[in-house]
């Protein structure tokens, strides 16, 4: 196989991006827009060529720290494991990926609503089908573990933090090589008569266990699409940027299978005792952030743990909504929809403020209850007319084909939450692109496949958007930070 790919790239580029100030849209002549309800959406080639596939590897990584926050680059995986050619099929295999992540979370969020109690999830999962065994957490961060360069997928959705280990029974493939615990001094494995030991019911679904033959604790998490991790329950220090945290509580993998391919593990920024969040509350008194970026294999974002105000980029002013907690699903963050608004015109519909909306950072398709999600299409189409349809894309049923158009004005999509939190769409966010000459372009937005389902905020519409999430104060913001163009 040949070193060198030529790969083309679609690449959105935003000329400009204001948020809707007016009511009235206005063209002047000098080619720079007016807005209003509306927002510019440029659409420009470009060319790779002679990109090497090799050099898988998001190391060297810089962190920078200022006062109590540190702050990681955080990239698209894409990016790590190297630019690949097959655009449509990997799109495809994306979005089946992430149906299947929705599935699980819907049923793993069923069984927890009607049983009250959270252990031995394990069976209720739909088997893994090997074309999906793609990326849907598609966002990683380099850390040091037990001495050791590990990078890690970013998941909000989930809590425990756990390695791919050696020696292993069964891994997937891994960039980096595998964890040895035998090299790591500082490294210790967690009895399964502690405390530790018990919180894994609440973070992972599953109890902790004794070992076959041992006192040291198993644990079990399985993602509900087919992927799981199963090993030993270990401590060891974690350096997050230069910050250490001693004795860190994760999961030493001997067992492991999924959606994670090529990177060592996972970290779990979920709200439950064993997350990321919950390990590090002493030093970032549990606040986290990040901005996700938008340009596929060039972005970079970062995660920000602590308040870490100073080290934002260029920001609009916050908004801020509760966290809403629901004591069966500890691990969630759920959020109060109140409202959706297209173009200014607000969506009428009776579940706003009164159902939950989970937000996601490894979903990547926003998911609308179906009756929302259709006064969306509706009023989108009603704003957004005179361009030639095309054929639906996998869950995406409203596109078009753009490739005649050098430029397109796409309606502002804003979703309101409670205490008056507004996220307003990032113009990249809106439309999600099947094909690369843009002949087939699809509102970036589905609807669940039953009104019971629980929205889900994706990452694709939470881009170039700081998200501030303070487990302490119960609290979420959005702020419109471009992350990515640096
Ligand atoms: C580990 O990461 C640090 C910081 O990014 C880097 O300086 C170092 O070279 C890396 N070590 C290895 C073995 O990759
Ligand atoms: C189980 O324990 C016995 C006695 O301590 C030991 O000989 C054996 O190797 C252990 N087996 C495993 C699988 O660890
Ligand atoms: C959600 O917002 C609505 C409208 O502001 C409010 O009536 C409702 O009590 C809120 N629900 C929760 C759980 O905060
Ligand atoms: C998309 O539109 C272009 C220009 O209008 C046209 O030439 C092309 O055939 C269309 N592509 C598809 C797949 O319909």
């Known amino acids: 196989m040949s070193l060198y790919l030529h790969i083309f790239l679609f690449t959105l580029l935003i000329l400009h991006a204001l948020p ?61 494991s190297g630019p690949r050619s097959d655009w449509n099929q990997r799109l495809l295999k994306k979005l089946l ?64 933090t756990w390695v791919q280990c050696d020696p292993c029974g069964s891994c997937y493939n891994q960039q980096e090589p595998l964890f040895n615990p035998i090299q790591s001094p500082s490294y210790k494995p967690v009895l399964c008569k502690s405390t530790t030991c018990q919180d894994l019911a609440d973070a ?47 999961g030493c993998g001997r067992d492991n299978d999924g959606l994670f391919g090529g990177v060592s593990g996972l970290m779990g920024l979920g709200r439950s005792a064993l997350s990321v969040v919950s390990q590090t509350y002493g030093v970032f008194e549990g606040v986290f952030s990040y901005c996700l970026p938008s340009v596929t294999d060039e972005g970079l974002g970062s995660l920000v743990l602590g308040d870490g105000t100073s080290l934002y980029k260029n920001f609009t ?22 409202g959706i608004s297209i173009g200014g015109v607000s969506l009428q519909d009776s579940t706003f403020g009164k159902s939950e909306m989970l937000i996601d950072s490894g979903t990547v398709i926003t998911r609308l209850k179906p009756t929302v999600y259709n006064a969306l299409k509706t009023e989108f189409l009603k704003q957004f007319s005179g361009f030639p349809k095309a054929p639906a894309f996998s869950i995406l049923d409203t596109c078009f084909n753009l490739s005649a158009y050098e430029e397109v004005e796409i309606p502002t999509m804003k979703m309101h939450f409670g ?17 690369a000459d843009a002949s087939q372009v699809c509102l970036a937005i589905a609807g669940l ?26 609290t979420l913001g959005f702020a419109k930070e471009t992350c990515s163009l640096d």
């Not at 998001?58 to 995986?77: D, G, M, V, Y």
């Not at 069976?123 to 573990?145: C, D, E, F």
């Not at 002013?317 to 963050?333: E, G, K, V």
């Not at 039953?450 to 501030?468: A, C, D, F, L």
Request: positive net charge; proline residues 2%; charged residues 15%.
């Open 20 to 80: 809707a100030t007016t009511a009235t849209a206005t063209a002047s002549a000098t080619g720079v827009h007016g807005y209003g309800d509306r927002q510019v959406l440029t659409l420009k080639k470009l060319k790779w060529t002679q990109q090497q596939t090799t050099t898988a590897n998001c190391f060297p990584q810089r962190s920078r720290t200022e006062k109590n926050a540190i702050i990681l680059e955080l990239h698209n995986r894409d990016y790590c």
């Open 204 to 250: 992972t679904g599953s109890s902790g266990v004794c070992g076959f033959n041992s006192s040291t604790c198993n644990y079990y998490v399985s993602y509900g699409d087919g992927s799981y991790t199963r090993g030993d329950l270990a401590n060891d220090n974690l350096v997050l940027g230069t910050t250490l945290v001693k004795d860190f509580v994760f």
């Open 97 to 160: 990926s992430d149906q299947i992540r929705v599935h699980s979370l819907q049923s793993r969020i069923k069984f927890l609503l009607s049983n009250g109690f959270n252990q031995e999830l394990s069976q209720a999962q739909i088997p893994l089908k090997s074309g999906a065994k793609l990326q849907t957490l598609n966002y990683v961060v380099a850390v040091r573990l037990g001495g050791r360069n590990v990078t890690l997928i970013v998941d909000t959705g989930s809590d425990l």
């Open 317 to 338: 002013p916050f908004s801020y909504t509760n966290l809403i907690s629901n004591i069966m699903m500890p691990t969630f963050y759920f959020l109060n929809l109140t």
């Open 449 to 474: 496949s039953g009104e019971e389902e629980i929205g889900i905020i994706g990452n694709y519409q939470q881009k170039n958007t700081r998200v501030v999430y303070n487990t302490k104060a119960s």
């Open 419 to 435: 205490m008056d939190a507004t996220l307003t769409v990032d113009v990249t966010g809106i439309f999600y692109f099947a094909k």
